[in-house]
T-cell receptor, first 111, second 113 residues
């Protein structure tokens, strides 16, 4: 099946710093989503981005489908950005459409 | 708020018991997905229904079953529970059968004691 690798696994930032999270995937995809799991366990949709670039406030994401990677940028980080960030893809060549999740990047933003 | 409603939020039960988790998808969404998040396995797909019919199956144990009702809500039944079934169970929904954006509920946290 498709492999999804996220890096770095852990990240500690000072409030106000910028960061880049990476997601590599091993095959072509129909769907790529970025999620933020907050400390209460909720999975919050950040981006639906199978290709191209999107921005939402301090967050932006870019997916280069031909090179099989996606990047999530967080600027001017705040303590509320803490949590785990997941990349998930649905495999183009599979008849099924479940999302395959990476192991996540755990972000801690310190005041 | 994603629009996907899961109940209950928390469930504590004993080994050997049976529980039912409920999911109401976003209005208009026909696909419902169930995922399990455990400490050792991460987030894994269990099963998908589209408009009442099973569409895809992942790593779902035989002790687990699900269905989607005519009003499109879905239930996940977990039986003969074991300690290892303790996890966060998510429901997600989407409009289309394949490839669309999936919106996740807040999850049901199951603790098997």
């Amino acid at each position: 099946g498709i492999q999804v690798e996220q890096s770095p696994p852990d990240l500690i930032l000072q409030e106000g710093a910028n960061s880049t999270l990476r997601c590599n995937f091993s095959d072509s995809v129909n769907n790529l989503q970025w999620f933020h799991q907050n400390p209460w366990g909720q999975l919050i949709n950040l981006f639906y981005i199978p290709s191209g670039t999107k921005q939402n406030g301090r967050l932006s994401a870019t997916t280069v489908a031909t090179e099989r990677y996606s990047l999530l940028y967080i600027s001017s980080s705040q303590t509320t950005d803490s949590g785990v960030y997941f990349c998930a893809v649905d495999h183009s060549n599979s008849g099924n459409t479940p999302l395959v999740f990476g192991k996540g990047t755990r972000l801690s933003v310190i005041a | 708020d994603s629009g996907v409603t899961q109940t209950p939020k928390h469930l504590i039960t004993a080994t050997g018991q049976r529980v039912t988790l409920r999911c109401s998808p976003r209005s208009g969404d026909l696909s419902v997905y169930w995922y399990q998040q455990s400490l050792d396995q991460g987030l894994q797909f269990l099963i998908q229904y589209y408009n009442g019919e099973e569409r895809a199956k992942g790593n779902i144990l035989e002790r687990f079953s699900a269905q989607q009702f005519p009003d499109l809500h879905s239930e996940l039944n977990l039986s003969s529970l074991e300690l290892g079934d303790s996890a966060l169970y998510f429901c997600a929904s989407s409009v289309v059968e394949r490839g669309g954006i999936q919106y996740f509920g807040a999850g049901t946290r199951l603790s098997v004691l």
